[in-house]
């Protein structure tokens, strides 16, 4: 170990960090991982689902520690690989720091099921990920890395000829100088991590001589915020900001810090930044998910007026850090090169074990997503390479990918399991729209039918405006052929309705509640492809048309033309959704517009129902004119309202169809 004290020693010396990959049996990493921590002082987090350390942290938690800085780090990828924490974790290690990373042998790796896998594969168990296995042990070559298999003799890293490194805030100096000669207005600061957008930040809050409030996701992470401003560190919660201001006493001050912006719901963010007459935000545009991308393209994008600022250089490692190279390259965090290619385009379909043989191409094709889509994240990386039944549409000039289009398999349930999703008794992992169209739209037979969805298109901005994207759509439907329908979820804008409407599209569902991450609607559109798929779509449409006048009561939403209340008697479908409602469990807002036109026709009194949608009451409100306890009585007091309707309506068929439910259970 005096050889790895020397090397640290230097790593701190120079500014770096480097990954040291450690494989074989469980116990055999567990026992050489704490060797590492004996010999070399440091806080050592492990994250995994389980560690023999004190400082550990699982990994669907560890958002919670962006923003913190630590060193040395375990990161146990034996059982599962969380790519997001991984990217998570890097970002979190300053200077001098090892990650270890614990992997099984690595002969038997690509055949292991992998835990993780139950958060993207829609599978009912751990699937083996052998593309991803693969694309990491090639990178495993890494001369920067240390490698130590069981049984084997470490392989040390090349020490290279890295210069002494002392960092250098020049950067955010000099930004910390445009900001404090800002006027009022919004400034956003985008950066990778390790930049010092929480420096900065803190700098200024440091340097302004009024007061500066800072906010954040959670109070935790704004540890190196803090450090910078020093005694001026005024931190308040989202959440407590927006109560003080609703009660009229908003707290005074001339900034407000908003750190890691982009994972604070765009809705409770347009608040917030309307509070101050000054505000910066920051955000990671790079790393652990995909919500810094879609910070810049769709929220920022909205905003009438905003100065984008921008760090380039690391502030926390030196520039040339081995360990952040190699995430780039693990998880293909590099920007896409969208230079104008000259010559033809060339139209091609891939499937993941195309991985294999045409791992440039599928590269291109994540990163592009990646530029153009703000969910994109490593998650879906994982779920491009081994989940099942996925496809891809590319299109090519020369040897660059400048359109891309990705595709999910869905349907093809059986008749019990399409009922139950129907019945709200059931919602297994995936078949995003065949799932809402049964719960939501009372389509049964939707998860039945054989399907493909949409789940990412996009294309090189050189490219766009040429009906390049609809030519991807074109193939896609030519792929799927076999296909009752093809599908489409969505943020919902007018343009992009417009998109999906000129490739064959129909909207058929429009949610009720804005999307956290997009500040808009969840929309759903589609192509039928058989006469099966035809007539689904033709219902599914139908029942659209039907609600959207009801719909307009609950949302906000201009662009949809307002349709007068459809005052039809109930019709079958109705009755089918009512009886699930009364008598099942099916969901009161996907039944809301068949309850409203019960309302209407149906002598029974129902005044619990006829508050909450004829009168728009809340259910707190309701709930304490009728005292009631909370949410769920009020939902059994809606179902028994609801029976009592069917029956002073048709009593014969209510009754029908109240014993033809517990067959479906």
Avoid at 530 to 546: I, M
Avoid at 602 to 624: D, E, G, K, N
């Amino acid at each position: 170990m005096n050889r790895l004290s020397q090397l640290s020693a230097d790593m701190s010396a120079c500014g770096i960090r480097r990954l040291a990959v450690l494989s074989g049996e469980a116990l055999w990493c567990l026992q050489q991982a704490l060797c590492w921590q004996q010999r070399l002082p440091g806080d050592w987090l492990w994250v995994g689902e389980s560690a023999p350390s004190a400082l550990h942290c699982p990994p669907g938690k560890l958002r919670t520690l962006l923003g913190r800085e630590f060193h040395h780090a375990v990161f146990d990828a034996r059982d599962g690989f969380h790519a997001e924490a991984f990217a998570a974790l890097t970002g979190t290690l300053r200077a001098g720091s090892w990650l270890l990373l614990l992997l099984p042998p690595l002969e038997d790796w690509d055949a292991q099921p992998d835990n993780d896998s139950l958060r993207w594969s829609e599978q009912p168990r751990p699937i083996a990920t052998p593309n991803f296995t693969r694309h990491i042990g090639r990178l495993l070559s890494d001369p920067q890395l240390l490698l130590h298999q069981q049984g084997q003799p470490p392989r040390w890293p090349d020490n290279g000829a890295f210069p002494r490194w002392q960092s250098s805030d020049r950067q955010q100096q000099a930004l910390c100088q445009q900001l404090l000669a800002s006027p009022p207005g919004i400034s956003v600061l985008t950066a990778g991590r390790g930049r010092g957008k929480s420096a900065l930040a803190g700098m200024l809050a440091q340097r302004w001589p009024g007061v500066c409030w800072v906010t954040a996701p959670a109070k935790v992470s704004t540890e190196v915020l803090s450090a910078f401003a020093g005694d001026r560190f005024q931190f308040i919660a989202p959440d407590r900001l927006l109560a003080l201001s609703d009660a009229g006493s908003p707290p005074e001050g001339d900034w407000l810090l908003i750190d890691e912006a982009a994972a604070i719901p765009a809705p409770l963010l347009r608040q917030l930044i309307a509070l101050f007459p000054r505000v910066l935000l920051t955000t990671t545009i790079q790393g652990y998910e995909g919500t810094g991308r879609g910070f810049v393209l769709k929220f920022c994008a909205s905003l009438p007026a905003v100065r984008m600022l921008t760090l380039d250089q690391p502030l926390r490692w030196a520039i040339h850090d081995p360990l952040e190279r190699w995430l780039t390259q693990a998880l293909i965090f590099a920007e896409p090169q969208l230079a104008r290619s000259e010559g033809e385009l060339r139209w091609s379909s891939l499937q993941p074990q195309d991985w294999a043989n045409s791992p440039a191409r599928l590269s291109q094709l994540y990163q592009l997503l990646c530029s153009a889509h703000y969910r994109t994240s490593p998650l879906d990386l994982r779920r491009m390479m081994d989940a099942p039944g996925q496809h891809f549409s590319l299109v090519m000039q020369q040897d660059q990918v400048q359109g891309g289009l990705w595709l999910v398999e869905e349907g093809g349930l059986d008749s019990a399991l399409a009922d139950s999703i129907w019945a709200g008794r059931r919602r297994p992992a995936g078949n995003l729209v065949a799932q809402s169209l049964a719960a939501h739209a009372g389509l049964r037979d939707a998860p039945r039918l054989r399907a493909r969805r949409i789940s990412r298109i996009a294309v090189a901005p050189a490219l766009r405006r040429r009906g390049v994207g609809r030519q991807l759509v074109a193939l896609a439907l030519q792929e799927a052929r076999e296909c009752a329908y093809i599908s489409v979820s969505f943020g919902y804008t007018a343009e992009l309705s417009a998109f999906w409407q000129a490739c064959g599209f129909q909207l058929v569902r429009i949610g009720s509640v804005r999307e956290a991450s997009s500040g808009c609607y969840a929309a759903m559109a589609l192509r039928p492809l058989t006469p099966p798929g035809q007539r689904l779509v033709a219902r599914a449409r139908q029942r659209f048309n039907d609600e959207l006048g009801w719909l307009q009561e609950i949302i906000d939403e201009p662009a949809l033309e307002a349709i007068a209340r459809c005052e039809r008697a109930p019709d079958r479908q109705d009755w089918l959704e009512l009886a699930g409602f009364a008598f099942a469990l099916r969901p009161f807002e996907a039944t809301r517009a068949a309850l409203g036109r019960l309302l209407l026709h149906s002598p029974a009194p129902m005044p619990l129902l006829r508050a909450a949608i004829l009168q728009h009451q809340s259910s707190q409100a309701l709930c304490q004119q009728f005292a009631l306890s909370g949410r769920r009585q009020l939902m059994a007091r809606w179902r028994e309202e609801a029976a009592s309707g069917l029956y002073s309506l048709d009593a014969s068929e209510a009754e029908s169809q109240r014993r033809q439910l517990p067959l479906l259970q």
